[in-house]
C-alpha cells in the first residue's frame, strides 16, 4: 500500500509560479511511475504530466514548457514546479502513481494509476 499526500497548492496571480510536492509511503517509490492530474470544476480528471521510474518525462500540451515534473528518490517525492501560470490552470491537481511500466498513452490515462493523493487546490487569478 502507498500512500500519497499532496502540498504547495494555493492562490496565485496569472503569471505566477507554484511548486506542488507529493510525498510518498513506502519503500518502493522509486519502481513507481508517478503522474500529476488535475480537476477542474465542472470537468473531468485530465493528465498533466508523468514521470517514469528512470526520469523519462511526458506533459500535456497545454503546460509544455511551463509544467517541470521532477522526482526525488531519496526523498520519496514527486515535484510539479508549474510557472507562467494562468486561470485556465485553476484545478484540484492530485499526484497519482502506478506500478506497472506502459507506454505514454496508458500513462496519460487515470485508470491506469494504482493510488492516488487527496489532492491539492491550485487557484489562478487574472
Known amino acids: 500500500q502507498v500512500q500519497l499526500v499532496e502540498s504547495g497548492g494555493g492562490l496565485v496571480q496569472a503569471g505566477g509560479s507554484l511548486r506542488l510536492s507529493c510525498a510518498a509511503s513506502?519503500?518502493?517509490?522509486?519502481?513507481?511511475?508517478m503522474g500529476w492530474f488535475r480537476q477542474a470544476p465542472g470537468k473531468e480528471r485530465e493528465f498533466v504530466a508523468a514521470?517514469?521510474?528512470?526520469?523519462?518525462?511526458n506533459y500535456v500540451d497545454s503546460v509544455k514548457g511551463r509544467f517541470t515534473i521532477s522526482r526525488d528518490n531519496a526523498k520519496n517525492t514527486v515535484y510539479l514546479q508549474m510557472n507562467s501560470l494562468n486561470p485556465e490552470d485553476t484545478a484540484v491537481y492530485y499526484c497519482?502513481?502506478?506500478?506497472?511500466?506502459?507506454?505514454?498513452?496508458?500513462?496519460?490515462?487515470?485508470?491506469?494509476?494504482?493510488?492516488w493523493g487527496q489532492g491539492t487546490q491550485v487557484t489562478v487569478s487574472s
Open positions: 497519482a502513481a502506478d506500478r506497472r511500466a506502459g507506454t505514454w498513452a496508458v500513462a496519460r490515462t487515470s485508470g491506469s494509476y494504482d493510488y
Open positions: 513506502g519503500r518502493t517509490f522509486s519502481s513507481y511511475r
Open positions: 514521470i517514469t521510474s528512470g526520469g523519462s518525462t
